[in-house]
Structure formats: structure tokens, C-alpha cells
Antibody, heavy 119, light 106 residues
Framework: QVQLQQSGPGLVKPSQTLSLTCGISGDSVSSYSAAWNWIRQSPSRGLEWLGRTYYRSKWNNDYAFSVKSRITIKPDTSKNQFSLQLNSLSPEDTAVYYC?????????WGQGTLVTVSS | SYELTQPPSVPVSPGQTASIACSGDKLGNKYTYWYQQRPGQSPVLVIYEDNKRPSGIPERFSGSNSGNTATLTISGAQAMDEADYYCQTWDGSTFVFGTGTKVTVL
């Protein structure tokens, strides 16, 4: 059974950087059949896919156009986890952030982290 | 950008059938996926590749997809099915989620 465990702060100041981590059990971040995603949800934007990392002979990343200039998703093979960094935060980035496994759809999700951007 | 539109709410009486539509341009040419989200919980996949049920999802959940509309059907709705439901597709470069439908069992 795959489980995803999220960690990271719930309050971030405007203009600063959000850092979240997703620990994986029951699968490998280096799996050839999986991709590892970050998704957020807010009342104003609904569910919004942010980006993913996956390994296919080399590491690959895909990012949503809306955040492409501000986002980095990285794998950590030594800890079997992956991370999200989103910089230059504004109040519009306030949302519940989820990590999820999947290449065309998402079959396992983390528990969610409410991130509030406020001074 | 590609968009998926759902009705905001669908009421259903216990034991009756609820149908949730998801509309998008030529959606029938893509796979559609459906998620159930109960209050305060993470989404759960209930249908993948238009009409397949993951292990553990009850048979009362079914899906179809043709033309511009995909449909999630809950046959014999139960109180535990009260939740928000989201459709999702992959448009070749990004994931797109629907606007969400609140199913109320009353």
C-alpha cells in the first residue's frame, strides 16, 4: 500500500519561498512507472496541478504554465521523497497543497497541507 | 487553455441514481478520470480511463465518455456518497480538473 506523508510549514510570509516535502512508502521515487506530483486547491482556483518529477533513464520535470517561473520540484533518492519549492509567494498562493502519485491520473494522495501566505 | 465544466450541485434521494456531467471540447477523444472528496479529506480516485473502477471502489460507481461529455453515475446512492466530485483529464501538456460538483443525498 502506497502512502504519502507531507511535511512543511503552514504559514509563509509574502515574497518568501514555500518548501514542502512528500515522503513515500510502498513505492520508489525512482520508479519507472510512476510520476510524483504537487497539486493545490483553493476556493478561487479549484484543484490546480502545479508540476511533477519522474525518472525515465534520467530525471524529468513538467510544470504548469501558471507557476513555471517560480517552481522547482526535486527528488531525493536517499530519503525516498520529493519536494516542492515555490518562490515569490503572494496571498493568491494560499491553498491546501497535496502531493500525489500518478502519470496521467492520481491514485494516491498525501494528507494535504494548508499553506497561508500572510505577514 | 482547456476547460472542464461541471454543474455546481446535484441532489439525489437515497437509493436513487445521480449523474454528474463533465463537459469539454472533444472530451470523448481523451481519457477522463473522477475523484471523490469528502469534507476535510484528500481526493480519492473513483473512476479511471473513462469507466474503470480502482480496487475497493463500489460497483455503484460507473463512468462513460463520448462526444463533449463525460458522465459519472452513482447507482443506488448512499449517504456516504455525499461529497464533492471532480473530473480530470490530460490535454497532452498539462492536467486539467473540472470545476467540481457537490452531490447531496437527501
Amino acid at each position: 500500500q502506497v502512502q504519502l506523508q507531507q511535511s512543511g510549514p503552514g504559514l509563509v510570509k509574502p515574497s518568501q519561498t514555500l518548501s514542502l516535502t512528500c515522503g513515500i512508502s510502498g513505492d520508489s521515487v525512482s520508479s519507472y512507472s510512476a510520476a510524483w506530483n504537487w497539486i493545490r486547491q483553493s476556493p478561487s482556483r479549484g484543484l490546480e496541478w502545479l508540476g511533477r518529477t519522474y525518472y525515465r533513464s534520467k530525471w524529468n520535470n513538467d510544470y504548469a504554465f501558471s507557476v513555471k517561473s517560480r517552481i522547482t520540484i526535486k527528488p531525493d533518492t536517499s530519503k525516498n521523497q520529493f519536494s516542492l519549492q515555490l518562490n515569490s509567494l503572494s496571498p493568491e498562493d494560499t491553498a491546501v497543497y497535496y502531493c500525489a502519485r500518478g502519470h496521467y491520473y492520481f491514485d494516491y494522495w498525501g494528507q494535504g497541507t494548508l499553506v497561508t501566505v500572510s505577514s | 487553455s482547456y476547460e472542464l465544466t461541471q454543474p455546481p450541485s446535484v441532489p439525489v434521494s437515497p437509493g436513487q441514481t445521480a449523474s454528474i456531467a463533465c463537459s469539454g471540447d472533444k472530451l470523448g477523444n481523451k481519457y477522463t478520470y473522477w475523484y471523490q472528496q469528502r469534507p476535510g479529506q484528500s481526493p480519492v480516485l473513483v473512476i479511471y480511463e473513462d469507466n474503470k473502477r480502482p480496487s475497493g471502489i463500489p460497483e455503484r460507481f460507473s463512468g462513460s465518455n463520448s462526444g463533449n461529455t463525460a458522465t459519472l453515475t452513482i447507482s443506488g446512492a448512499q449517504a456516504m456518497d455525499e461529497a464533492d466530485y471532480y473530473c480530470q483529464t490530460w490535454d497532452g501538456s498539462t492536467f486539467v480538473f473540472g470545476t467540481g460538483t457537490k452531490v447531496t443525498v437527501l
